[in-house]
């Protein structure tokens, strides 16, 4: 009897092991999904969008609700219009320095001209900016001009940071490029703390920490973008057209998916200014609603290297394996995420940022669901990228930001018709660049093609 008593007990002891190990198999399981290197700069990226929410939750409990407004829709203004001009930048170096690694080629000659067009770009941006100074402030931030002197700023870190991110990603330097990303994070968190315990409740300190971060992290980083560049004298000079063809469609389609995915608190403060509660409430619960998207954000690099060193190799086979792994691991992360918002996010967001409890369930499906849609719609535009499909991107972020503003002018309440027409544009791009990519894969001459200078 005793020996069965043990018998017994040791399948259950085993049982229990199991469901134990499971979790931790589930976790090896999801991370051999990911390209090479998304570990790396996902520690950096967790550590720079935990930053964000730090930054957000100690000037919302400091500044007060018109204040906080203006740096809302300065935080939205920042990582939309700023990343949708520097982003493309960073994939395009990304992508011709891959494809220069593969054949052996130079990198410096990339890393010179993107710095120059990323420079051009600030500079156009910057003087638009200061031609339309007063209409800006007095639209967006209540007429505070320095504000939009602080964009600029903001813009400015961002000009470089993605160049040199471009280089790092491109060499397979990802341990670089993710303590880029975490050094700005760590001084974003140690300076908005700073002004808080310091009593500072105007707005234009806590905006500064949106470039002066950016900027020393670049700074610091920039021995090992030096390495990984070679002689940055010397050596063939890399024609404007390499990056520009691509640019001039990248560029805009980037710009339209951050102002699709931005669009609910930019509208809301455009269709409803006067509701600074409901503006404050709505940009906390996108926040947390796109939560996915900073870990989202760290396999894009490792991602588009991934797929471009296959098509500079030809390898068919690599291609689809990444595209599979990464699309599986997008459906889990999207999943999981969208749920504990939609649990959680009612509950969490007043006690987390301070923002009026004004949001429920539904608002977070309907931004938690836009996410998701959102992030295979980046996966299905990275594809076509690499392909050489940079007008058909332009083309499905068109009718996905058409689909947004039809949804948007709806004869409803604002609530509604911001949180949908943000669920709805997304479903329209990604329904539209899943089958362009298809289509593009399955031609025979058009498929995996090599992509040159």
């Given at each position: 009897m005793a020996d069965g008593t043990e018998t017994e007990a040791e399948p259950g002891a085993g049982t229990r092991t199991a469901v134990r190990a499971s979790p931790a198999r589930l976790v090896r399981g999801a991370v051999a999904m990911l390209p090479p290197g998304t570990a790396l700069v996902g520690a950096g990226t967790a550590v720079l969008g935990l930053a964000g929410y730090v930054q957000l939750a100690v000037a919302g409990h400091v500044l007060s609700a018109d204040r906080m407004a203006g740096l809302s829709v300065l935080w939205t203004l920042v990582f939309s219009v700023g990343l949708g001009l520097f982003f493309p930048v960073e994939q395009e170096i990304t992508r011709l320095v891959a494809a220069r690694v593969v054949a052996g080629g130079r990198v410096a000659p990339v890393l010179r001209r993107?710095?120059?067009?990323?420079?051009?770009?600030?500079?156009?941006?910057?003087?638009?900016?200061?031609?339309?100074?007063?209409?800006?402030?007095?639209?967006?931030?209540?007429?505070?001009?320095?504000?939009?002197?602080?964009?600029?700023?903001?813009?400015?870190?961002?000009?470089?940071?993605?160049?040199?991110?471009?280089?790092?990603?491109?060499?397979?330097?990802f341990r670089a490029y993710g303590f880029q990303l975490a050094l700005d994070g760590t001084l974003r968190v140690v300076l908005s703390v700073l002004l808080a315990l310091a009593h500072v409740r105007t707005v234009l300190p806590y905006a500064a920490i949106l470039a002066l971060p950016t900027l020393v992290s670049v700074l610091v980083t920039g021995p090992a973008v030096v390495r990984a560049a070679g002689s940055w004298a010397g050596g063939e000079r890399?024609?404007?057209?390499?990056?520009?063809?691509?640019?001039?469609?990248?560029?805009?389609?980037?710009?339209l998916a951050q102002a699709l995915v931005n669009a609910s608190v930019v509208s809301a403060k455009l269709l409803s200014a006067e509701d600074t509660a409901f503006i404050t409430a709505l940009l906390s619960a996108v926040v947390l609603a796109r939560v996915p998207l900073f870990v989202f954000g760290s396999l894009q690099a490792s991602l588009l290297r991934g797929l471009s060193s296959a098509v500079a190799a030809g390898d068919r086979a690599t291609f689809r394996q990444l595209l599979l792994r990464t699309t599986a691991f997008t459906l889990l992360l999207g999943g999981v995420g969208g749920l504990a918002a939609v649990v959680a996010g009612p509950w969490l967001v007043p006690r987390l940022f301070g923002s009026p409890h004004l949001l429920g369930a539904a608002d977070f499906a309907w931004l938690s669901g836009g996410t998701l849609l959102y992030m295979l719609a980046s996966v299905h535009g990275q594809v076509l990228q690499t392909m050489g499909g940079h007008r058909r991107q332009l083309a499905a972020w068109t009718c996905g930001i058409a689909a947004l503003l039809l949804v948007t002018a709806a004869p409803v309440a604002v609530r509604d018709r911001v949180e949908i027409a943000y669920a709805v544009g997304a479903a329209v791009t990604e329904a539209l660049l899943a089958g362009m990519a298809?289509?593009?894969?399955?031609?025979?001459?058009?498929?995996l093609v090599r992509q040159t200078e």
């Open positions: 993107g710095l120059g067009t990323s420079l051009l770009l600030l500079a156009a941006v910057c003087a638009l900016s200061a031609v339309l100074a007063r209409p800006l402030a007095g639209r967006l931030f209540d007429g505070d001009l320095a504000l939009v002197g602080a964009l600029c700023a903001a813009f400015a870190g961002l000009s470089v940071a993605h160049v040199t991110r471009g280089v790092l990603a491109g060499t397979g330097r890399l024609p404007w057209r390499a990056l520009a063809t691509g640019l001039a469609a990248l560029v805009p389609s980037t710009l298809y289509v593009t894969w399955t031609q025979p001459r058009r498929g």
